[in-house]
């Protein structure tokens, strides 16, 4: 068991593709989800680079859209440290 103290390197990117997919499977523009779901543009703006947002601006999409969290967003696993390194290294040698 890991200590407390212990801190992971583990990141999981987030990626809203399912989002925007969504919204064009409903013929529906990002400028129509922000009044309509009454989330800011700068929540939006997050959304569309794929950064973090709060639980209420996810939930009030989902409420918009009548969909659950994971029909607009996954998280997806940073490749471990050895795969990193072995692909930094397949460049390296290739550009010799």
């Known amino acids: 068991m890991e200590g407390h103290g212990t801190r992971r390197n583990n990141k999981m990117k987030m990626s809203y593709n399912k989002l925007w997919k969504l919204l064009i499977d409903k013929q529906m523009k990002k400028s129509d989800l ?3 779901a009454k ?3 700068s929540s939006l703006a997050k959304l569309t680079k794929d950064e973090n947002v709060t639980t209420d601006v996810l939930g009030k999409i989902c409420q918009e859209l ?3 969290i994971s029909d607009i967003m ?3 696993p940073d490749p471990a440290p050895e795969q990193k390194a ?3 290294e397949n460049l390296t ?3 010799l």
């Open 74 to 76: 996954e998280f997806i």
């Open 93 to 95: 040698t290739t550009s």
């Open 34 to 36: 922000r009044k309509n």
């Open 66 to 68: 009548k969909c659950d």
């Open 39 to 41: 989330i800011s543009s």
């Open 86 to 88: 072995s692909s930094s």
